[in-house]
């Protein structure tokens, strides 16, 4: 029995470094957008949304996002250090609703009841808002630039524009800080944290499906976005295949399925 893992792909990790052009603000602005506020928490799901449901060209699979507050925590955790560093993987994980499920897993995660998490880091010289941030991570699919199923078209990271449209991250959770020792200029750290992980390396130039918005979920669609995802995680990228050959049943190879391929066993109709 053949199987391949499925690995987040780790040069996906970068960082944004963004000088502020404003005029210079009060050095309390940033509290302005603590994320503990749900009006900011709504900014940050709603611009997500909207960039994500007008992806060009259209994904038939894109799931809606919602504000997350485990990841938002660890985000607040990752933006204390002040550090231009990805946190560790261990500080970037959701458990999840299916956490006594120890069949349920995402690929590379800490432990069976966990899945990583990936990470995006903006720093800017003055406050910025959590629009101008979102949208700075998303512009990477114009400079360097984009293309579908090839990946950038000019030097640079695209690593966080394939972040904010990785169809399966559902689940998102921001923090911002203002690091007055680092140093430079860039002292107000911004950082948001996306569940389960996109960026994983059999697809990462593919971060959705093409197609019709909301093909893949015609009765579980809310404005061209998907609200049906499936709450297990696949362990091996040729789990269908697995599937084809011996199912899902109390066979020898039917229970490896079922452990190992639980998104392909449990989700006949969610997005997976």
């Known amino acids: 029995m053949s199987t391949n893992l499925v690995t987040p792909a780790v040069a996906a990790l970068a960082v944004v470094f963004m000088a502020s052009v ?41 799931l809606k996002m ?21 946190s560790a993987r261990s500080a970037r994980t959701w458990k999840t609703p299916q956490a006594d499920d120890l069949t349920m897993h995402e690929p590379g995660s800490s432990s069976s009841s966990e899945w990583d998490c990936g990470e995006n880091i903006f720093m800017s010289s003055n406050p910025r808002s959590w629009d101008e941030v979102v949208h700075s991570w998303y512009d990477e699919v114009t400079s360097p630039g984009f293309q579908y199923g090839k990946g950038a078209t000019g030097p640079g990271a695209v690593g966080h524009y394939t972040q904010v449209v990785w169809y399966k991250s559902h689940q998102v959770g921001c923090a911002v800080n203002y ?42 669609c809310d404005n061209n976005l998907c609200t049906n995802p499936c709450p297990y995680a696949d362990k091996y990228n040729n789990c269908r295949e697995l599937f084809n050959t011996y199912g899902c049943g109390n066979n020898s190879g039917g229970t490896f399925v079922q452990a190992n391929c639980p998104a392909t066993c449990k989700c006949r109709t969610e997005v997976q």
């Open 66 to 86: 919602a504000y997350n507050e485990q990841a938002a925590g660890n985000s607040r955790l990752s933006a204390a250090a002040c550090s231009s560093t990805h």
């Open 22 to 62: 404003v005029a210079a603000t009060s050095v309390d602005d940033w509290k302005l957008l603590d994320t503990t506020l749900p009006a900011n928490q709504e900014v940050i799901v709603n611009v997500h949304n909207e960039l994500r449901r007008n992806v060009a060209p259209t994904a038939s699979n894109m």
């Open 179 to 220: 690091c007055p020792n680092h140093p430079g200029d860039l002292k107000y750290f911004y950082v948001c944290q996306y569940c389960p992980t996109g960026n994983l390396d059999t697809r990462i130039n593919k971060p959705y499906d093409l197609g019709t918005p909301c093909q893949a979920c015609p009765h579980s």
